[in-house]
């Protein structure tokens, strides 16, 4: 299939498809209606595309095709745009991976997040969250951590290179706490101290499920990562652990 003077070829067996960068509405149709032999399509990437080709990916899961993994990071996703994706979780139609990354900068508007909000609480496949690099501050991390506490289907959840101080973190780990369920919690690149180690060291310690967590660059110290190992000690489920460029000393 031509589109745009290139040959884009299309297999039954196809997997995976990545559009970046695209901007016209008609190269987007062709694109969609190639899925039309696709019968496996597992994962889309729509990375730093126009309103119009984010807008066409819904056609895609309308479709009944079976995607696993929709990744829209570094599209700025207007409250049109947050609306579609609560639609389609409210239509039970599965969306297990959703990646949003570098999407919300520099302006998160109330709307937008009100509809992630109900995406998070209210989808009965969503496994995957992805909301990185999006200046998730005090406010956005409080309501997200409520709507977490109502998810029964969350799994993975990465919130690398946000806003994330103590007070987000604390709310954070009392959410995750009540939903019970999360096996990977990916918090590196954020401003998490002593007291948001504290709480999250406390969650790790009750759960039995925490296979991997990332810390990686906080303001942690000897004191909070005490805690953590604690938690770690207790629960006896980790795998995984990132702690480096934290604020330890060579004997903590």
């Known amino acids: 299939r031509r589109v745009h003077g290139k040959t884009m070829r299309v297999y039954q067996t196809k997997r995976v498809m990545e559009i970046n960068r695209m901007n016209s509405e008609k190269c987007i ?10 019968v496996n399509l597992c994962s889309l990437s729509l990375t730093r595309s126009t309103d119009k080709t984010i807008n066409s990916t819904f056609s895609l899961l309308k479709k009944g095709l079976p995607i696993d993994v929709i990744d829209l990071s570094g ?22 991976k959703l990646r949003l990354n570098d999407c919300f900068f520099p302006d998160l508007n109330v709307e937008c997040l009100d509809y992630i909000y109900n995406t998070i609480r209210y989808s009965t496949s969503l496994s995957e969250l992805s909301l990185c690099s999006n200046y998730l501050g005090r406010s956005e991390i409080a309501l997200i951590s409520a709507a977490i506490e109502f998810s029964d289907t969350l799994s993975k959840l990465c919130l ?48 039995r499920n925490f296979a991997s967590l990332n810390l990686y660059e906080n303001n942690i110290s000897d004191t909070g990562m005490k805690k953590i190992g604690e938690g770690i000690e207790c629960s006896g489920a980790l795998q995984s652990l990132n702690i480096g460029g934290n604020n330890l000393s060579q004997i903590g």
């Open 29 to 38: 149709k062709n694109i969609f209606a190639a899925t039309n032999f696709i």
């Open 75 to 96: 599209n700025l996703i207007s409250e049109e745009e947050a609306r579609k994706i609560e639609e389609s979780t409210k239509k039970f139609i599965p969306l297990p």
């Open 160 to 207: 690398k290179n946000n806003k994330i101080d103590d007070e987000s973190a604390i709310s954070l780990a009392r959410a995750l706490g009540k939903q019970g369920i999360i096996e990977h919690l990916h918090l590196s690149m954020n401003q998490i101290g002593d007291d948001g180690a504290v709480a999250l060291g406390e969650t790790i310690k009750n759960s």
